[in-house]
């Protein structure tokens, strides 16, 4: 089992500024075939946004996608993680805030995601959750 998030995290961020539109994110969530992008104004994460959030925050209410900012929708002050924080760390994090990923940042920069998926791989290789994130990476997710 793994001891630190930079064991199981997923290396790289997919960003966003915080002025890009929704269309822009959900364009590159599509190039990407990622379901968030962290939020990034210069080098500070300043939020992630999910599909879901571009789903229920904006689509649902009507609002212009190519007009509507990632800022203006995402989930903003992420609670982030250390690549040398502990699996347990974030796992208590995750529990206590009730977000399934934490973008991992070092020195200041995203430098990764960690997600619920990758804690399961690697924590619980035999549940359902586990099975399920590693046939969605399988497909590049």
Avoid: H, K, N, W
């Amino acid at each position: 089992m793994a001891e630190f998030v930079r064991e199981v995290m997923t290396p790289g961020v997919v960003a966003v500024r915080p002025d890009a539109s929704l269309t822009e994110a959900a364009q590159l969530m599509r190039a990407q075939d990622i379901g968030d992008v962290v939020v990034a104004d210069g080098q500070e994460v300043v939020g992630v946004l999910t599909d879901r959030d571009i789903t229920v925050r904006a689509v649902a209410e009507g609002v212009d996608p190519l007009t509507m900012s990632a800022g203006a929708v995402c989930t903003p002050g992420p609670v982030t993680v250390a690549p040398t924080d502990t699996v347990a760390a974030a796992v208590a994090l995750m529990r206590a805030r009730s977000v399934r990923r934490l973008p991992v940042v070092e020195d200041g920069l995203p430098v990764g995601v960690v997600t619920l998926g990758d804690l399961a791989v690697s924590e619980d290789p035999g549940s359902a959750l586990a099975a399920i994130s590693r046939a969605g990476s399988d497909e590049g997710e």
